[in-house]
């Protein structure tokens, strides 16, 4: 077999070790050596674009934010769908993700983050759904950690609490969506975005297109029309 070829590392805001790796045109992120992502699972970043797009707002052109720019594949799909004259914007914490996106990992993604559309910012997606201006953003695409559980950096916590869907709120458009990718089924997560006033949908996402059975969750939360 194959070994696995190291291509850059950093560090995290929190001081976790954050690596990429390559085999056989295969890449793969590890958190502290633990499995985060590869290339070859994407099925569940492409439905996630696609139940937030669908709520679009027909002719008028669309404002989106995605939270974590990682291998890059939610933005290679929302660059795929998205009209001419949408906007994207990106938010992701770790300057040298963004550096690999351009770099290594440019053409697996199709150099989506070299569309003109596209506006990639370093921060953080909390800090900057909280600046937004109210009711920016047609669909807000939340990829950050493991999902809810929050696996790399604590502060992620916000984002899936009462403070954050708030902020969340405020910068939707009415019938606007907020998609949360998880790694697990975490039902006690859609009742509290139901209290937190959402219309919330539950999805089970395949991993890989050709899986057998879904492994991932998406939680679709609608900001209602009044």
Known sequence: ?????????TKTPVGSDLTLH?????????????????????ASEERMVDLGVAGGNGEE????????????????????????????EVAEVVPEVVDW????????QNRAV???????????????????????YDAIFLDVDNGPMAMTQ????????????????HSLKKG??????????ERAFAK??????????????KAYEKAKKPTHTLFVGRRQLD
């Open 1 to 9: 077999m194959t070994p696995y070829r190291f291509v850059a590392g």
């Open 154 to 169: 604590r502060e992620n916590r916000r984002l899936y609490e009462r403070k954050g869907f708030g902020a969340i709120t």
């Open 61 to 88: 052109s669309a404002r989106y934010l995605i939270g974590g720019l990682g291998l890059g594949f939610t933005l290679r799909r929302l660059v795929q769908v998205a009209k001419p004259e949408d906007v994207i």
């Open 22 to 42: 390559e085999r056989d045109g295969e890449f793969f992120l590890r958190i502290d050596g633990h499995p985060l992502m590869t290339s070859r699972a994407t």
């Open 114 to 136: 070299y569309d003109e559309r596209v506006n990639v910012i370093v921060g953080d997606v909390f800090d900057q759904i909280q600046k937004a201006k109210p009711e920016s």
């Open 192 to 205: 509290k975005l139901r209290r937190a006033g959402f219309e919330v949908d539950i999805v089970a996402a």
């Open 101 to 108: 996106n351009r770099g290594p990992l440019a053409e697996i």
């Open 176 to 185: 606007g969506r907020a998609v949360f990718w998880s790694a697990s089924r």
